[in-house]
């Protein structure tokens, strides 16, 4: 009789039990999706700026590549016409006429010829002088079609550091995360490092493109230097035949 008590209390307990609600465990918010807008929106605000500011950098490099590709394109036909117009020049009178464009040079040379008026028999000297003269505008030349390409260097050699930044902050707002909610659960952590990588990313998406277009304007720029170095030599050579004729400095 004792046992049959027993046995009835303890399945009546075990029935009000079950009528009691079950503890709910915290489980952590797992994301609809984690595409790359919805990382961007959910992203530290730290990581937003680093974001923010790579893509920024980015537009900079492609608006740079093609205002600069248009630039010196335009630039390399003009030079190659006014190259091959002062080839066939006799006289620096001559060049002048065939190639206007090219007065910087042609007006160096003939102001070097007036103020060596009285050592026209040094020709060494005068072209020496000459060479000098040349050597500025083309380094002046350098410098002006070299304009807007040293940031694409900048941003090659920065752009990966600064989403590296990006990263780091927000791998550590991870851990926080892991420390606050005190699990390992990867719905918790997978958030926060896919954020963090997209600042990598995004870092390496500014950085590449800038390397490549830096490496290729570098090379162009070589390419419109010779150019007016090859245009300098042929006045030089047309100085040269004049002050052997005797006739350099009657025009200027």
Request: hydrophobic fraction near 55%; charged fraction near 20%; charge should be neutral.
């Amino acid at each position: 009789m004792i046992h049959t008590r027993v046995l009835v209390g303890f399945a009546t307990l075990l029935g009000a039990a079950t009528l009691l609600p079950a503890p709910v465990l915290a489980a952590a918010p797992i994301p609809a999706e984690l595409s790359i807008g919805s990382m961007f929106a959910q992203a530290d605000w730290v990581v937003k700026a680093v974001i923010v500011g790579l893509i920024f950098a980015s537009l900079v490099t492609w608006t740079v590549l093609f205002a600069k590709a248009a630039e010196l394109r335009k630039l390399s036909t003009k030079q190659q016409e006014l190259n091959k117009a002062i080839v066939e020049a006799r006289t620096l009178a001559d060049a002048r006429k065939r190639a206007p464009d090219a007065s910087d040079l042609i007006d160096a040379a003939e102001l070097e010829l007036r103020l060596s008026a009285d050592a026209l028999d040094d020709v060494e000297g005068i072209r020496d002088r000459i060479s000098t003269r040349f050597a500025r505008l083309e380094a002046a030349m350098g410098r002006r079609i070299s304009r807007g390409i040293p940031i694409l260097a900048t941003i090659g050699a920065t752009a990966p550091f600064v989403g590296l930044f990006g990263t780091v902050w927000g791998i550590m707002n991870s851990f926080i995360g892991i420390a606050e909610n005190q699990t390992t659960n990867l719905a918790v952590v997978a958030p926060g490092i896919a954020e963090a990588l997209l600042a990598t990313g995004v870092g390496l998406f500014a950085a590449i493109p800038a390397v490549v277009i830096y490496n290729h304007f570098a090379r162009q720029v070589a390419e419109q230097r010779a150019l007016g170095a090859d245009r300098a030599a042929a006045i030089l050579n047309i100085v040269s035949r004049d002050l052997s004729r005797g006739v350099a400095g009657q025009e200027a």
